[in-house]
């Protein structure tokens, strides 16, 4: 009765078919537009864009509409590449322009920044972007599932209903024959796969990794058990089609969970690692480590993170989040001593192979809560020159904003994966003493929503 209340005093209803102007995108590509004053958000919709929709939910303040037919187009809209990009929930953005994609990011990043941040007057510049952002990532994941036949693919968006797909072109060119080769494996042993409802069968993911530089492989297959049947032979197929395959490896995820990998790992060929280069720096790469998928934008984003530290070789800096170490090892270059803070066991043991690997010995990494060890490593005399973040999509936590404040650092360089968050954590910095000198988004994820940010933040 509440909810029929609740639509009745919308100005649209649900299944009724409505003409409606395009004003904006929202960060996840979504086209925004309004009804008699009811902001509706419209899937595959673009700004400039008169649009027939059907509502299919409304909530008090909001809808969503599914686009059915484009009265108006944009100037800006364009044929995607990909043939199944409407259904397949990884690209929200295909079918608009990569220029008009790039300017998107950065007023994604300016309407954060000044909305959710209240900060005005902040240098944000144009979003970097690629020359070529086609068949960028190194890193995929795809699940696999069973409808009449194996499907292997990624998720339609907002559901967990598998697209079958033999090829996308963000990823590298070796998933395709991935994915093939492990489809024609479980046919031919009729081995099962994982069904989510009921917690049973056997393959749950596979995940690739590949170094840019060095072209090195690791096929990760992610199973509901201990043991893999005919592994043996599936080690066959794979070694004897995929070029600079270095290792294959079982990731062991019994739970009923939606978190993809487990903790567990089990090498069957070769090692539990491969390598690759970000600059002049060599990284050992493992099944769990945390490594930007678009290798040759991290280069444009640490660059522009070490500039923004503006080191003269006398700093003593700290790296909160620090995962394998790639961007403290950046920083010493041209800092006197680094101190690498991470709460994953396996990326620190990583970043110190890493820094005994590319003989760095000014920088020591520590296990633990970034929240948690460095208002620690205050209390007990440490303080830094440059502190830099790099948090995951939530942000950095209050504990160590407020360490920040205290540690009093003449720079901050902030690199965020989520324009809300940092924005928020942007404003907290400007309220305890600190400003933001300039921002610089980078498009590390060409063709979605998504954009990474690097932010550089002075002490007042």
């Known amino acids: 009765m509440e909810k029929q209340i609740m639509e009745a005093k919308t100005p649209v209803e649900k299944n009724q078919d409505y003409i409606i102007d395009i004003t904006g995108l929202t960060s996840e590509g979504m086209g925004v537009g309004k009804i008699e004053g009811f902001t509706v958000f419209v899937e595959g919709a673009l700004p ?12 008090k303040t909001y809808g969503f509409g599914k686009l059915l037919n484009i009265i ?6 364009v044929e995607p590449k990909c043939g199944i990009v409407k259904r397949c929930g990884g690209c929200q953005l295909q079918h608009l322009s990569y220029e008009q994609q790039l300017e998107m990011k950065t007023q994604s990043v300016k309407d954060a920044i000044e909305r959710i941040g209240g900060l005005k007057d902040i240098k944000i510049h144009n979003t970097i972007g690629m020359k070529e952002p086609w068949r960028y990532r190194n890193k995929a994941q795809f699940p696999i599932g069973m409808n009449e036949d194996v499907i292997i693919g990624f998720y339609a968006n907002r559901t967990h209903q598998i697209v079958d797909t033999s090829k996308c072109i963000i990823q590298d060119e070796l998933n395709d024959e991935v994915i093939g080769i492990v489809k024609q494996f479980i046919k031919k042993y009729n081995l099962s796969v994982y069904n989510e409802s009921t917690g049973k069968g056997l ?50 995820n019994t739970k009923q969970t939606n978190v993809i990998l487990g903790e567990k790992n089990v090498v069957i060929y070769g090692e539990d690692y491969i390598t690759d280069y970000i600059g002049e720096f060599k990284f050992k790469i493992s099944p769990l480590s945390f490594f930007q998928v678009n290798p040759i934008q991290t280069e444009v984003l640490y660059g522009k993170a070490l500039e923004y530290a503006a080191l003269t070789g006398n700093e003593t800096v700290i790296d909160a989040y620090c995962g394998i170490g790639t961007i403290s090892l950046f920083l010493t270059q041209k800092a006197k001593k680094v101190y690498g803070v991470e709460i994953v066991g396996q990326a620190i043991e990583n970043a110190k192979q890493n820094a005994k690997i590319n003989n760095v010995d000014n920088v020591e990494f520590i296990l633990g809560e970034s929240e948690k060890v460095i208002p620690d490593l205050y209390k007990k005399g440490l ?17 160590l904003l407020d360490v920040i404040a205290d540690m009093k650092p003449e720079r901050v360089v902030y ?18 003493g600190y400003r933001v000198v300039e921002v610089q988004p980078v498009d590390m994820f060409a063709h979605t929503g998504h954009v990474e940010t690097v932010a550089s933040i002075r002490r007042r």
Do not use: W
């Not at 108006?72 to 809209?77: D, M």
């Not at 592994?231 to 490896?249: D, P």
């Not at 303080?383 to 504990?399: L, N, S």
């Open 48 to 59: 400039q864009e008169q649009a027939e929709i059907r509502i299919v939910k409304i909530h």
């Open 72 to 77: 108006k187009p944009s100037i800006s809209r």
């Open 203 to 252: 393959l749950r993911h596979i995940m690739t990794r590949k170094g840019f530089k060095t072209g090195d492989v690791m096929v990760c297959l992610v199973i509901n058990g201990n043991k893999l049947p005919n592994e043996k032979v599936l080690i066959e197929m794979l070694t004897s089609r995929i070029q600079n395959l270095k290792s294959i490896v079982l990731n062991i």
């Open 383 to 399: 303080t830094a020159d440059v502190i830099v973040v790099d948090p995951p999509r939530k942000g950095c936590g209050v504990e």
């Open 415 to 432: 690199v965020s994966c989520n324009p809300s968050t940092l924005a928020r954590d942007l404003k907290y910095l400007d309220e305890k």
